[in-house]
């Protein structure tokens, strides 16, 4: 059953072909079993007293689709009574004492909340490491970085130590880790899946929660339980038909090519054309391909991104800089982002607001005669996990910690809807993703052309072979 997608193992569940119980007695025998390789769980909760859970489960009316599923959470999300650390030591001992909002719709849909997922310290950067639990590997091979900051869900997920995850994504953090790791990564329309009504609301508009799996149907399936107005937060929006319309196919679809935006993106060599061949597929699944221009300036849209982000970033985190004690225990990449954003003027947060309104503008023109762009989910193929971050692509040197995940931006900024979708992998036998990027709203759309890839390709059922 570890195999099987998260729809099909509902099923057997709901059809009582396979007891909550031996789902939970299967899924901790599968973490024992890789988890010391891969480190993408991490605060397991007590076995016996999860098989105790699972048992009580076993005769119970389904409380929702996700039934009697053990459930791994993100560890940016507090969840009641499980230890929640922002892989932060200043939080290592944390037990919350409720859930946040994602937490609490999991639970609500039947999910049996066993562990915590991976995250680099604070989710910044997107290679999944810190100082409390470690580094999370590769399980396509173990001496490469599974990404982040949702890299544990997405290790977990092609470990087979998940059936579905949820993940977070502010800059690409469902879309780069699902890349490194052969599986799919969703970042929804921002606002699809509401905040919690914590902290500011009306500015933070640049993160988002949303799902992970190796099907698309999964994805879409887990966005219907996250997603949906939280009454305490502005901007809502109703939640779409995601499912009716998924099995549409791509006839007659226009698809545009952004390649590497003209060159402002260098990418190591064999991306593009891993990404490009892909596309041919499409083509003769009857999509339309388009090679595009860069639509906008690259410098622009980067200029915003990073000043907002510190904005926010500052606002939220000022306390770990300030303080002596928190900052000696803070990595040097979040107090570089803090300290950027206290020394922003009000004119250069408006002028990078002004930036993103027009790029938003400018590709709500543009999909008025596409449905859909892609560019590559990252830049580089899954490098050592020893080292922080790649300072270098192609002979280009990497400004900042972030600079070498900067594909992602594009949609991020705006709030578009992103999937990320395994294109296969590299001569070394290393994975990779593109991002199909669909107009704001059409997260039913870009999931259905996600759904026909998934259908011709099915490349997550390619199990890690330095786990098999």
């Given at each position: 059953m570890?195999?099987?997608s998260?729809?099909e193992?509902?099923?057997?569940?709901?059809?009582?072909?396979?007891?909550p119980?031996e789902?939970?007695a299967?899924?901790?025998?599968?973490?024992?079993?890789?988890?010391g390789?891969?480190?993408?769980?991490?605060?397991?909760?007590?076995?016996?007293?999860l098989?105790?859970?699972?048992?009580?489960l076993?005769?119970?009316?389904?409380?929702?689709?996700?039934?009697?599923?053990?459930?791994?959470?993100?560890?940016?999300?507090?969840?009641?009574?499980?230890?929640?650390?922002?892989?932060?030591?200043i939080?290592?001992n944390?037990l919350?004492?409720?859930?946040?909002?994602v937490?609490?719709?999991?639970?609500?849909?039947?999910?049996?909340i066993?562990?915590?997922?991976?995250?680099?310290?604070?989710?910044q950067?997107?290679?999944?490491?810190?100082?409390?639990?470690?580094v999370?590997?590769?399980?396509?091979?173990?001496?490469?970085?599974?990404?982040?900051?949702s890299g544990?869900?997405?290790a977990?997920?092609?470990a087979?130590?998940?059936?579905v995850?949820?993940g977070?994504?502010m800059?690409?953090?469902?879309?780069?880790p699902?890349?490194?790791?052969?599986?799919?990564?969703?970042r929804?329309?921002?606002?699809?899946?509401?905040?919690?009504?914590?902290?500011?609301t009306?500015l933070?508009?640049?993160?988002?929660?949303?799902?992970?799996?190796?099907t698309?149907?999964?994805i879409?399936?887990l966005l219907?339980?996250l997603?949906?107005?939280?009454?305490?937060?502005?901007?809502p929006?109703?939640?779409?038909?995601?499912?009716?319309?998924?099995?549409?196919?791509?006839k007659?679809?226009?698809?545009?090519?952004l390649?590497?935006?003209?060159?402002?993106?260098?990418?190591?060599?064999?991306i593009l054309?891993?990404c490009?061949?892909?596309?041919?597929q499409l083509?003769a699944l009857?999509?339309?391909i388009?090679?595009?221009?860069?639509?906008?300036?690259?410098?622009?849209i980067?200029?915003?991104?990073v000043?907002?982000?510190?904005?926010?970033?500052?606002g939220?985190?000022?306390?770990l800089?300030e303080?002596?004690?928190?900052?000696a225990?803070?990595?040097?990449?979040?107090?570089?982002?803090?300290?950027?954003?206290?020394?922003?003027?009000?004119?250069?947060?408006h002028?990078?607001?002004?930036i993103?309104?027009r790029?938003?503008?400018?590709?709500?023109?543009?999909?008025?005669?596409?449905?859909?762009?892609?560019?590559?989910?990252?830049?580089?193929?899954?490098?050592?996990?020893?080292?922080?971050?790649?300072?270098e692509i192609?002979?280009?040197r990497?400004?900042?910690?972030?600079?070498?995940?900067?594909?992602?931006?594009?949609?991020?900024?705006?709030?578009?809807?992103?999937?990320?979708?395994?294109v296969?992998?590299g001569?070394?036998?290393?994975?990779?993703?593109?991002?199909?990027?669909?107009?704001?709203?059409?997260?039913?759309?870009?999931?259905?052309?996600?759904?026909?890839?998934?259908?011709?390709?099915?490349?997550?059922q390619?199990?890690?072979?330095?786990?098999?």
């Amino acid at each position: 059953m570890l195999e099987w997608s998260a729809t099909e193992l509902s099923s057997a569940i709901r059809a009582r072909r396979v007891a909550p119980s031996e789902v939970m007695a299967a899924w901790l025998a599968q973490v024992a079993a890789v988890n010391g390789r891969v480190n993408a769980i991490v605060s397991l909760r007590d076995p016996e007293a999860l098989l105790a859970e699972a048992r009580r489960l076993d005769d119970a009316a389904p409380a929702g689709w996700l039934h009697g599923i053990p459930f791994a959470v993100k560890d940016l999300v507090a969840t009641r009574g499980v230890r929640t650390t922002w892989g932060s030591p200043i939080w290592a001992n944390h037990l919350p004492a409720k859930d946040d909002l994602v937490a609490a719709r999991l639970r609500g849909a039947g999910a049996l909340i066993a562990a915590k997922t991976n995250v680099p310290e604070w989710g910044q950067g997107s290679h999944t490491f810190n100082p409390v639990f470690g580094v999370t590997r590769n399980p396509y091979d173990l001496s490469r970085s599974a990404g982040g900051s949702s890299g544990g869900a997405a290790a977990a997920l092609a470990a087979r130590m998940a059936w579905v995850a949820d993940g977070s994504d502010m800059m690409g953090s469902l879309r780069n880790p699902a890349a490194f790791c052969n599986v799919y990564g969703f970042r929804p329309t921002w606002g699809l899946v509401p905040q919690d009504a914590d902290g500011d609301t009306f500015l933070a508009t640049l993160s988002t929660e949303g799902p992970m799996a190796r099907t698309v149907a999964d994805i879409a399936r887990l966005l219907t339980v996250l997603a949906g107005e939280n009454p305490e937060v502005p901007f809502p929006r109703a939640v779409p038909d995601l499912l009716s319309g998924l099995d549409r196919g791509v006839k007659g679809i226009r698809i545009g090519w952004l390649a590497d935006w003209d060159g402002a993106y260098p990418m190591e060599p064999g991306i593009l054309g891993l990404c490009e061949s892909a596309l041919r597929q499409l083509e003769a699944l009857g999509a339309v391909i388009e090679p595009l221009p860069a639509p906008f300036p690259a410098g622009k849209i980067w200029s915003a991104w990073v000043t907002l982000r510190a904005l926010l970033n500052a606002g939220g985190k000022r306390d770990l800089a300030e303080d002596p004690a928190r900052r000696a225990q803070t990595k040097p990449e979040t107090i570089w982002e803090i300290e950027q954003g206290l020394a922003l003027t009000a004119q250069a947060v408006h002028e990078a607001s002004v930036i993103r309104s027009r790029w938003f503008a400018h590709a709500a023109r543009l999909f008025r005669r596409l449905d859909a762009v892609v560019l590559p989910s990252a830049q580089v193929w899954p490098f050592p996990a020893d080292r922080r971050w790649p300072d270098e692509i192609a002979g280009r040197r990497m400004d900042t910690y972030h600079r070498w995940m900067e594909v992602v931006v594009p949609a991020s900024l705006i709030g578009l809807p992103a999937l990320s979708v395994p294109v296969g992998f590299g001569p070394e036998g290393l994975p990779m993703g593109m991002q199909i990027i669909g107009r704001s709203g059409d997260d039913a759309g870009v999931l259905a052309i996600g759904q026909a890839w998934h259908r011709a390709t099915g490349w997550p059922q390619q199990r890690p072979p330095t786990l098999a």
